[in-house]
């Protein structure tokens, strides 16, 4: 059986758990073992499952080389206490596995898990000011209209003033925008957005959107000092000042300039269990428990790494300002923990960066209901995480400009035309991705063309119009558009094509007077000879 990538999308964690579970049965290799003077058919030693078992998770892109043996040990307990494997005894239900000589198989039902069927939370529809009904005290002149498709009539009208014909119009201002439609507006994009690059028909089952609050989207926009940082508007959500300069000190050492007291040996390995303690005893993990299923869905894009990232960019954009903030400050200290030659071992046995990851993954991601693939799926996350954090702690600046050209056109005054109940309104930006020169070529002829094309068709098939209006309107299409007219009327036989003229009828010829007058009979003379 082949390892394939587990992408985006709903119960992910539980589809990893299953598509482990199946390469492991499928590849582990089973024989005879002999144990306290008696044989066992198809078993394998549990140091055997561990070599297999990480080699397997090592080799697979959704987990990747850094998983360690230790985690492989983790996940083999849990193995046992979910009856994936058993003891040769068939004891089970306990996580008492061991990297040792104790003999294992497989038991012959199916380990694998049911998808959970979660509560539906129903789609939140995003409710935008509604432009139909008036305030109390504003007339009617200020009620924006809907947008309507253009056709020719309406075509001639808008062009009109270039042969001197001016309809009346008057101006349609917009209701002013609140805060909150404003907040509401940030959710709603950011959400849509957030749908489209995970691949996803709904966010529903990895996400409640009840639960996203646009306060804290908009405020993790704004309110950023010059390095990128969350600024707080409630200073007692602030880290304590001694877990910042403890970070602080790890961060930049050996410049620990916030620490008067001298160091000592194994001081920088106190200050860092200070710091993994202090993480440690939240009751929540920085990304919450609500965000979970998103994060790890994201995780089934991170061998796309331009969508990895902003998909991370708008998932943390979703996090309450105070976590948002801890997260920056946490995994920028441990990247430069990582990268800092100058700073003594943080432990004897493990390298600094692998220590990082397994110290603060927990405190970065995991489930409410402590699921079997929790630690793995963290350390791929906060992997990740540190390699890309300058990026990834960032506001999408492509996202922000988008809505605020958004909210600024939804803020802009409109002209109505009298008579009409109608508005050639743009519609709301959409997003964008890079595409080919070519391919741009293309699209900028064919994109720009095709509408008039159509336009200039429907002018010209059109029978309900007098021949004279239809020139009318033809000779004005000419002058704006004369490419796309040249197109469709390449000579002024095809143009002539629209407007037969009427031939006159010529009386018919008469036969006899085509014939002549009647000759008489004329004797030749003949010569003779």
Request: hydrophobic content about 35%; proline content about 7%.
């Amino acid at each position: 059986m082949e390892p394939r990538l587990v992408g985006p999308g709903p119960y992910r964690a539980t589809r990893l758990w299953n598509e482990i579970i199946e390469l492991f049965r499928a590849g582990m290799p089973l024989r005879k073992h002999r144990s306290r003077f008696k044989s066992y058919e198809r078993c394998f030693k549990a140091s055997e499952a561990v070599d297999c078992l990480h080699e397997l998770l090592g080799s697979n892109q959704n987990f990747g080389p850094e998983v360690t043996r230790n985690q492989t040990v983790k996940l083999l307990k849990k193995f046992l206490k979910n009856h994936v494997i058993e003891d040769i005894k068939g004891r089970w239900g306990k996580e008492d596995f061991q990297d040792d000589g104790h003999l294992y198989r497989f038991p012959p039902s199916s380990p694998l898990k049911s998808y959970p069927k979660k509560p539906s939370c129903g789609k939140e529809v995003i409710k935008f000011p509604d432009w139909n009904e008036p305030k109390a005290g504003i007339s009617q002149e200020h009620i924006p209209v809907k947008s309507v498709a253009m056709n020719s009539e309406m075509w001639y009208k808008r062009h009109s003033i270039a042969i001197g014909e001016v309809p009346a119009c008057k101006l349609v201002f917009r209701r002013e925008l609140t805060q909150t439609n404003i907040e509401e507006i940030w959710k709603s994009m950011t959400l849509s957005r957030l749908q489209k690059v995970l691949g996803l028909e709904s966010l529903d089952e990895v996400l409640d959107t009840k639960l996203v609050n646009s306060k804290h989207i908009v405020q993790n926009a704004y309110n950023v000092n010059k390095q990128g940082i969350v600024t707080l508007e409630d200073k007692s959500k602030e880290l304590p000042h001694w877990i910042l300069s403890a970070m602080k000190c790890l961060a930049n050492w050996p410049s620990c300039s916030d620490l008067k007291q001298p160091t000592y040996s194994g001081f920088e390995r106190d200050v860092f269990k200070t710091i993994v303690d202090y993480f440690g005893q939240m009751k929540e993990p920085l990304l919450t428990f609500n965000f979970f299923d998103v994060f790890v869905s994201v995780l089934g894009l991170l061998q796309k790494h331009s969508k990895a990232i902003e998909a991370l960019q708008i998932s943390c954009l979703l996090l309450p300002p105070e976590n948002r903030k801890r997260l920056q400050l946490l995994v920028r200290m441990m990247a430069r923990i990582s990268l800092n030659k100058d700073l003594p071992p943080l432990s004897e046995s493990v390298r600094t960066r692998t220590l990082m990851v397994q110290a603060f993954s927990r405190c970065i991601l995991c489930s409410k209901d402590e699921m079997d693939l929790d630690e793995l799926l963290a350390a791929k996350l906060v992997s990740f995480l540190m390699d890309n954090y300058q990026e990834i702690l960032s506001v999408p600046s492509a996202l922000k400009s988008s809505i605020e050209e958004h909210v600024v056109h939804l803020q802009r005054v409109q002209i109505k035309y009298a008579g009409d109940d109608t508005d050639a309104t743009f519609p709301p930006p959409s997003f964008c991705h890079q595409i080919s020169t070519d391919e741009f070529e293309y699209q900028r002829a064919t994109g720009s063309q095709e509408p008039l094309a159509a336009l200039l068709e429907e002018i010209a098939m059109n029978k309900e119009i007098s021949v004279k209006d239809k020139r009318k309107k033809l000779k004005q299409f000419q002058k704006s558009y004369p490419e796309v007219y040249k197109v469709r009327f390449p000579t002024p036989e095809t143009e002539a094509v629209l407007f037969p003229e009427k031939t006159k009828q010529k009386p018919p010829i008469l036969l006899w007077a085509l014939k002549k007058p009647f000759q008489p009979f004329h004797r030749t003379r003949s010569f003779r000879m």
